[in-house]
């Protein structure tokens, strides 16, 4: 049996957006853009709310957008986000990620 697999932008970012959440220090995400900022406005956020993805050269790249929490090292956490992602794209998509830049957007307190 032949066949292909196809890792949609939307299930590559819910799957980062899963993976950042889990990241300590990492209070929640912002709103990547406009669309999503409506979207929480009306209570419809979702797992891939703050994630964007592009495809570069055939390869995946993301931008993340983070609230951080108060306090913590948004260096550390990032590269902390930058590694797990990496290595969850790779283990549960199968897919090397390209760029993945994480913007701190905010910063609050827990």
Not at 3 to 26: K, M, R
């Amino acid at each position: 049996m032949s066949g292909s697999i196809q890792i949609t932008d939307a299930a590559l970012a819910s799957l980062i957006g899963l993976t950042a959440h889990e990241i300590p220090g990492v209070v929640g995400m912002a709103p990547a853009n406009f669309k999503e900022g409506i979207a929480r406005v009306l209570g419809q956020a979702q797992a891939r709310e703050g994630v964007s993805i592009s495809r570069e050269g055939g390869r995946f790249s993301a931008d993340l957008y983070i609230v951080a929490a108060y306090g913590v090292s948004i260096p550390t956490v990032a590269r902390n986000i930058v590694d797990r992602v990496r290595h969850i794209a790779k283990t549960h998509a199968g897919l090397e990620l390209g760029e993945i830049r994480v913007h701190a957007v905010g910063v609050q307190r827990v």
